[in-house]
């Protein structure tokens, strides 16, 4: 099983499967191709139909999109337990993953990974830190999140640090959200977070399969 994946540095997209497929104890190569390089472009669509990363390549198929590939992951690694067992977390759990699939534009673009306008690298590895946004696109989605966080965490969270309290799916795709909101320096407190959101955020980022990541960026994934 090979999974591609974009930059280590950036590539949030990319995360979230090997988050998924590290939960599931899966045995995976990882090939890092790198985007924005000389003939990144060409080199992406040999491998991809979809002409972008992540891509999952197992069993004689190409699996593309982080969604398709944690839903494949949750069908062939039951034990995993990627989806929570209560029922009602488990469909509000699938709501979390399907809305952050789906949404939160203003975030993703004006709170970018990789190269901006100016040619700066923002990265989810580093110890850099960019200004925070000020648009007001930007906090309505802030907002969103941080709702999402407390209600799910005071609802849900009594079993553990993660969103449903055990690990779930939702982690996955929330982890990249917990990248921006460091790098960028979101204050959450000013977005109605009651402290729930940032504590559950702080543990995302120390998770460690989320630190072999990081420590990933640079060693070489061929
Ligand atoms: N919805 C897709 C989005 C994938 C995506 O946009 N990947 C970016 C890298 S982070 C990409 O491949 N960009 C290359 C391009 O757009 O040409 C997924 O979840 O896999």
Avoid at 82 to 110: I, K, N, Q, Y
Wanted: net charge negative; proline share 6%; aromatic share 10%.
């Amino acid at each position: 099983m090979e999974l591609i994946v974009g930059n280590i540095a950036f590539s949030t997209w990319s995360l979230r499967p090997w988050l998924v497929l590290k939960r599931c104890g899966a045995e995976f190569t990882l090939t890092e191709i790198p985007l924005y390089g000389d003939g990144w472009k060409d080199r992406l669509a040999q491998v991809s139909p979809s002409g972008k990363v992540p891509l999952l390549k197992v069993d004689g198929e190409t699996i593309w999109d982080s969604l398709a590939i944690s839903v494949w992951a949750a069908e062939r690694y039951p034990q995993a337990k990627l989806w929570p067992a209560d029922p009602a977390a488990r469909w509000l759990s699938r709501s979390v993953v399907c809305e952050m699939h789906s949404g939160f534009g203003a975030l993703r673009t004006e709170c970018g990974m990789g190269p901006d306008a100016q040619g700066v690298i923002h990265t989810m590895v580093g110890d850099d830190r960019a200004d925070p946004p000020t648009s007001e696109a930007v906090a309505a989605d802030v907002r969103r999140l941080v709702e999402i966080m407390v209600t799910m965490r005071a609802r849900f969270g009594a079993g553990g640090p993660y969103l449903f309290g055990e690990w779930s799916m939702a982690d996955a795709f929330l982890t990249p959200v917990a990248c921006r909101f460091r790098h960028y320096q979101i204050d959450l407190a000013a977005h109605g977070d009651d402290g729930s959101a940032a504590d559950y955020v702080a543990d995302l980022l120390r998770q460690p399969d989320f630190l072999e990541w990081t420590e990933l960026d640079g060693a070489g994934a061929h």
